[in-house]
Each structure stands twice: as structure tokens, then as C-alpha cells.
């Protein structure tokens, strides 16, 4: 028998929904339609796990214990099924959740399926729901949220490295220009210069554009044991090659130094070590950019960028389709919409269609190695995995 | 949603048409004099900043209400019906601010106008539509036979929570329809249709002061959805082009949605904008399709073909078509027009807005 550690951890289907506002969709049937595009591309296989990543749906959709829920609804009863919540980083969770199961080898196929409905609710309510992921006794108890505490995280940004106002501008877009091709995108609308800078401001320096649309949406993807991938796929499998999740300080008073994501860093640094890859190598980022300033954090906790230049990658064209990195190439939390849990297999499944040749005009020609990240809260989270396209003749 | 919900070949019987044709005897509006500009509200809660859904809005002076102004827009609607008040059968009243919560508006209008006691009375609520809901229902009772002649009245002094985004064109006014046989009316009924759903966008509940909404759950799925489908079914049952009407008009919350919804069936901007009265007035929600109504009337010519499509948040929309008759000219002139109305106008500020309409609480 095989050694399952050896043989690797594939992903051999993904399915997406549109994001938007699916008002006339439930929970249950965005997952399932996400499942089904994700079955299909593996010939219908039965995964014997299930992982419901998803943030908000007890606080907004008056639901927990999603795994079943979603297991009974997918005609998948009997399989060990279970919501995993990290915030913002929940996809990435759960798909790092799904990895190291079947690398325990007590599993040969698992379904990792992010789900959330976020526009059910009026906005105040969604606001102080996603408010809970902070640290609930020292900073939303003071009223502080998502939206304003990404500002106080700008402004520091701008004033600590001297940068313009507009400098985080090329985040937004350049997630605008990718999703205009992308058919499941929410906002496929690119946006100039001049349109971030009459942007209305949310709060300052923070403007519209600064901040992701929160959206309704599902994702999911089918991994698959090395020494059990079915015969004659669709498409080339994609390896995981590298899954690594890291936590820091939940407050982000409490962290260090504000600027610098310990979590991204060390999560990014233990998945390319596991890929045996160094960050040069890697050809697209799927990067968290629910608000810019994550953005070029992230960039910067990678060791894309020195720290403090990470916003001059979005300035030179280097984050675009054809540049040195792109990133948020399907357009990102910013444009394609940001889908709460579900936004880390949005850029998983994105991920894998570049890395097989599926992303057509969105295509980063040549691209075989993707590093995919998701951050929960002010980076107290990270959830990081490297994926790989092997050669079709090398193996 | 709209293609799948109206009626194929098969739903001609959706359309609806009395037994014996009805028309409007008579029609009238009525707006108070006051308006608050739509900047004046922004200044105060949002530092001028963020775009305006409409320039002003009307805005009901110490001594109205909706039973005060009721009574004038019915008594302008008398004038052009030369009719004996005696003679309605029905006094139907519909609002969402009706004074009180029991003991009804339409009484209290029955008497003033002199068509007590022989009379039914009764006030209606349905959001924006209670005032065409009750339209529909005195097309049944005078076009059934069992009345002559019924009055049914939308009109509303409309609340918005200070500061929230409806406060900018909750608006008051309306408009008031006698209903009669269609020889002798000024405007014939040709066919109406209600299309209604339970879709939660809008709502007060009974011991709230102000209503509560859904955000952009108001668009899509609640207004152009309802709006666009009984447009359409009504059109389709009657075998009508939006290229047969002369004049089209819609619930107006907002200059955007009407003008989007007119479009979206395929209307052109001139066939809607005799009726657009909201950038002026505001949404006068019972009132706001209504009052467009009257606007057209006005000045439509015998033989215009019009369109009215009401929206009720909760919700459901009421679609008509009328036809200006040959009486409408001559009658129309023995009242006060309804761009009158629009242009008498006295500006105020925030302050005297929130005295008019109670919002200061003094214990």
C-alpha cells in the first residue's frame, strides 16, 4: 500500500457561484451548487469529509452546525461533516483542515465547501456581526469595527512609510481591471485613477474603493489522496504542496508593531518550505484584500516587498495579469466580492484555474506555482497554501 | 423573475375588467405648501456631502394631516365630477400615516365632503399602494353595479427616521378618484391587474414611529420586480405596446427608480415625465403614483392612452390603463391643477421641519 504522506494531497475539482446578492438563494442551495460544479469536475465522487468553511451564518442567517446541514442537502449523508470559523481566514482554515486529514490517512477524499450569506441583513447589523471576530472585550466593546479599525491600519500605513494618499490605489485597480473578464464576478467594472480619487470616503483616509463589497456567495473544492485519484480526470489535479496556518496577537493594539503581520509571514515562510520553493519562485499570489492596506501587508509579510513598499508593487505594474506578481487575478475580495468564509476558496478554486490553464482572459500565461493566502481579523489569523500544476509528462 | 411570473398566451383572463365600464368621474390633488430641501437634510447629517435622491420634498404644515388634506384633494375631485356627494357610495382612504391608529380616516372625509351617511367608509393600508388598492376596489363596487359613484383617495404626510436615507424624501401629499360609469367620466378604465408577494423591504410595525427598511433589498427584488411584472401582465392582457401609450407613470421613491423601471419596459424618458413629480415633492408614498396621475391628467387630450403602475413595499404593485375621454378639457379646469400645487412653495429649514412634524419631543 502506498504511503499516503507520500503521495501527496490533490485537488481534482472546484466550483463556484456567482457573488452578489443572492436574495432568492439560500444557505443551503448556494453550497450545493458550488458541491455539484465541484463533484462534476471529479466525476461525481463522494467525499467521506466535509469542512463548511463560513463566519456569520448563526449571527445572520440564523444558523450553526452547517456541516450537516450542508451534507444532508448535498445527498452526502453519512459523511463526518463540520463548520470551521476563523474569520475571514475561514476558507483557508478549513481547506488546511481538509489537508491534514487525508494526510493523517484516515481519509482518501475530502470536500472543502466556503459558504456565507452576508446581504440578508440590513448593514448595521452585518457591520457589528463581523465585529464579533475581533477581541470583543477590548476592542468592539469601545465600538470599534472592520471598517474603522482598516482606517486607524491606513493611516498608520501611510504616516509610518511616507506614503501618498493614493498610494494603495493600484490594489483597487487592479482587482477591477481582472474582474471585468470574470463571469463570476460581482462589480466586472474597471476603475481609473481618477475614480479612487473622487471615491466617497468611508472613513478617512479610507474611501469606497479602499474596502471589498461584502457579498453572498459559495466555493468549493474536492481534494483527493495522491494514491487515489480517479482515473481519467478532466483536468491535470493541482498539488497542494504546501499548507501552513499561523496565529497572532487577536488585538491589533496587542500586536508588536501594528505594520507587520507575524502570522502572514510565518505561515507563508512554513508553506514554501514544505513546497521546497522560495518566494521567487512562486508566479501568482492570490492575496487577502478585503480592505487595500491588507494588501500590500501582505505583500510585504511574503517578502515580496520590503517592508513599507509593498503599495509601490500595485504603482509599477507589478501585481497586474502580465506583471512579475500578479494578484487578486479574477479580481479579487475588492471587485470579484468579498463572500466572508468563502472568500479563501474563492481564491483556491481561482488559484487552480489559473494553475490549469482554465482562466482564460484572466489566464497568467505559464503560471505552475500559486501561493494562496486568507487573513482573519487584522492578520490575527493566516492561512496559507502553496499549489502546484506538475507537469503532465514529468511524473 | 418577471418573464417567468407574467402571464403566456393563456393569461389573458389575468387583466382585470368589471362588468359594466368605469371610468373617473373625477380627480384631484392635493400638496402642501412646504418644502425641504433635500441639501438641508444632508447638512444636517451629513456635512453636505453624498448625493441627493430628489431636490425637495413637501412637507405637511402644524394644522394638516392626512384626513385635512384628503378632504381638499376629494373636494377638488368633486368640483371636476359636478356630481351630488350624496351620491358615493364609498369613501376609501388610503395611507400609511393615517392619524389614528383606530377610528378611521375615511369618516371623518365622508363628512366633510357631505356623503354621509349613506356611505361605506373605510381606510386601506398597503404602504405605497393603499391608495391604488383602493382604486381597484371602487372599479369593483361602481363597475359590479352596487354603487353609482366611489371615491378613492392615496394620501400620505410620510415618515423618515432622522438621518436615515428615506428621511431625504419622505414627502406628503396625494390625490383623490371618483369612480362612475364610463359615459360621462373624464378618463375611461380600460383594464387594471394587482400583482402581490410577500417580499419584506419595508416596514413599520404597530407601535413604531418610523418605518424600517432593507436597504438595497428595496430595488431588485422588491420594487422593478413587482413594478416590471405587472406592467407586463397588464399590457400583455390587453395586447398594448408601451408605443400605444401617450403617458406612463410610476411609484416614484426616487428620480432613479422610475426612470429605470420606464426604461426596463420599454418606455421612452417623455412618456414618464409629465407625471414625474418627485424631485419637487418627494415620495409621497400612497400618494406619489397617484399624484403623478393627476399631474398627467392635467394635461393629457381626449383619446392619450396612460399607464399607471403603483408599488407597495411588502409588496405588490396595481397597473391601469386609461384613456383620456372628450369631457377631461373642459372639466378639468374647475379645480386647482396639480403643478399648482407643485409650485406653491415655501422653503423651510430642518428646524421648522422637525417642529411641523412632531420630531422634537418636548416631554
Known amino acids: 500500500m502506498a504511503n499516503p504522506i507520500a503521495e501527496g494531497i490533490y485537488i481534482v475539482g472546484v466550483g463556484m457561484t456567482p457573488v452578489g446578492e443572492h436574495w432568492e438563494t439560500s444557505l443551503r442551495h448556494l453550497a450545493l451548487e458550488a458541491i455539484q460544479a465541484a463533484r462534476a469536475e471529479a466525476g461525481g465522487l463522494r467525499p467521506q469529509l466535509i469542512y463548511v468553511a463560513n463566519m456569520l451564518a448563526p449571527a445572520l442567517s440564523g444558523q450553526s452546525h452547517l456541516g450537516t446541514l450542508v451534507a444532508d442537502f448535498a445527498g452526502l449523508r453519512g459523511a463526518e461533516a463540520m463548520t470551521v470559523e476563523a474569520a475571514g481566514a475561514s476558507g483557508g482554515a478549513a481547506l488546511r483542515q481538509a489537508y491534514l486529514a487525508l494526510r493523517s490517512g484516515e481519509a482518501e477524499a475530502a470536500l472543502v465547501v466556503g459558504v456565507e450569506k452576508l446581504t440578508d441583513k440590513g448593514s448595521s447589523e452585518v457591520e457589528s456581526a463581523l465585529a464579533t471576530a475581533k477581541d470583543a472585550d477590548y476592542e468592539s466593546v469601545h465600538g470599534l469595527t472592520d471598517t474603522a479599525q482598516a482606517a486607524l491600519w491606513m493611516r498608520r500605513y501611510l504616516h509610518e512609510h511616507g506614503a501618498p494618499a493614493d498610494a494603495l490605489a493600484g490594489f483597487s485597480l487592479t482587482a477591477h481591471r481582472n474582474a471585468v473578464t470574470n463571469s463570476h464576478a460581482m462589480y466586472r467594472r474597471a476603475i481609473e485613477a481618477e475614480d479612487y480619487r473622487k471615491a466617497a470616503m468611508v472613513s478617512e483616509p479610507l474611501n469606497l474603493y479602499d474596502a471589498a463589497p461584502l457579498a453572498d456567495g459559495a466555493a468549493a473544492v474536492l481534494l483527493v489522496r495522491g494514491d487515489r485519484l480517479p482515473p481519467r480526470l478532466p483536468h491535470q489535479p493541482t498539488r497542494i504542496a504546501g499548507s501552513a496556518m499561523s496565529t497572532a496577537a487577536l488585538a491589533l493594539h496587542d500586536q508588536i508593531d501594528p505594520l507587520w503581520m507575524p502570522a502572514a509571514a510565518e505561515s507563508t515562510r512554513r508553506a514554501l518550505q514544505q513546497a521546497g520553493l522560495q518566494p521567487e519562485e512562486v508566479q501568482l499570489f492570490e492575496l487577502h484584500d478585503r480592505f487595500s492596506v491588507q494588501a500590500a501587508l501582505a505583500l510585504e509579510a511574503a517578502g515580496f516587498a520590503a517592508r513599507g513598499q509593498g503599495w509601490e508593487l500595485a504603482q509599477n505594474g507589478a501585481i497586474a495579469l502580465q506583471g512579475r506578481l500578479p494578484v487578486t487575478t479574477f479580481g479579487g475580495s475588492k471587485a470579484r466580492g468579498d463572500a466572508g468564509g468563502a472568500t479563501g476558496l474563492y481564491q483556491v478554486a481561482e488559484a487552480v484555474l489559473q494553475l490549469q490553464g482554465r482562466a482564460g482572459e484572466n489566464q497568467v500565461f505559464g503560471a505552475r506555482v500559486a501561493l494562496v493566502q486568507c487573513l482573519g481579523g487584522a492578520g490575527g489569523t493566516a492561512a496559507t497554501h502553496v499549489l502546484v500544476q506538475e507537469s503532465k509528462t514529468g511524473e | ?363
Open chain 2, 1 to 363: 423573475m418577471a418573464q417567468e411570473s407574467a402571464p403566456g398566451a393563456a393569461g389573458r383572463a389575468l387583466g382585470m375588467k368589471p362588468l359594466r365600464e368605469v371610468g373617473l368621474a373625477g380627480y384631484g390633488a392635493y400638496i402642501p405648501r412646504y418644502r425641504l430641501p433635500a441639501s438641508e437634510v444632508a447638512r444636517l447629517w451629513t456635512g453636505g456631502t453624498g448625493p441627493l435622491p430628489v431636490k425637495e420634498k413637501a412637507v405637511a404644515g402644524l394644522d394638516e394631516d392626512v384626513i385635512t388634506m384628503s378632504i381638499e384633494a376629494a373636494r377638488n375631485a368633486l368640483a371636476r365630477a359636478e356630481i351630488d356627494p350624496a351620491s358615493i357610495r364609498a369613501v376609501w382612504v388610503g395611507s400609511e400615516s393615517h392619524p389614528y391608529a383606530v377610528k378611521p380616516t375615511s369618516t371623518v372625509v365622508a363628512e366633510a365632503i357631505g356623503a354621509t351617511p349613506h356611505t361605506q367608509a373605510a381606510d386601506w393600508e398597503f404602504a405605497c399602494k393603499a391608495g391604488t388598492e383602493a382604486l381597484q376596489a371602487a372599479i369593483g363596487f361602481v363597475g359590479s353595479g352596487m354603487a353609482e359613484f366611489a371615491l378613492s383617495i392615496g394620501m400620505d404626510t410620510a415618515q423618515g427616521r432622522p438621518g436615515d436615507a428615506l428621511e431625504y424624501t419622505a414627502g406628503a401629499g396625494g390625490a383623490a378618484f371618483i369612480v362612475g360609469p364610463a359615459q360621462d367620466s373624464l378618463c375611461r378604465i380600460e383594464m387594471s391587474y394587482s400583482y402581490s408577494t410577500d417580499t419584506p423591504d419595508f416596514w413599520r410595525r404597530a407601535d413604531a414611529k418610523y418605518p424600517e427598511h432593507g436597504e438595497r433589498f428595496t430595488g431588485e427584488p422588491a420594487y422593478f420586480k413587482h413594478i416590471q411584472a405587472a406592467g407586463e401582465a397588464l399590457m400583455q392582457s390587453m395586447g398594448t405596446q408601451p408605443s400605444d401609450y401617450r403617458y406612463a407613470v410610476f411609484h416614484q421613491p426616487n428620480i432613479k427608480f422610475p426612470q429605470r423601471a420606464a426604461k426596463a419596459l420599454g418606455f421612452r424618458p417623455e412618456q414618464i415625465e409629465a407625471g414625474m413629480l418627485v424631485s419637487h415633492i418627494g415620495n409621497t408614498y400612497a400618494g406619489s403614483a397617484l399624484v403623478g396621475l393627476t399631474a398627467i391628467l392635467d394635461e393629457a387630450r381626449p383619446g392619450d392612452r396612460i399607464l399607471l403602475v403603483s408599488y407597495g413595499s411588502g409588496a405588490g404593485s396595481d397597473a391601469f390603463s386609461l384613456v383620456a375621454g372628450e369631457a377631461l378639457p373642459l372639466r378639468r379646469q374647475r379645480a386647482t391643477d396639480t403643478l399648482s400645487y407643485v409650485q406653491r412653495r415655501t422653503e423651510i429649514d430642518y428646524a421648522t421641519y422637525a417642529r411641523l412634524r412632531g420630531k422634537l419631543q418636548l416631554h
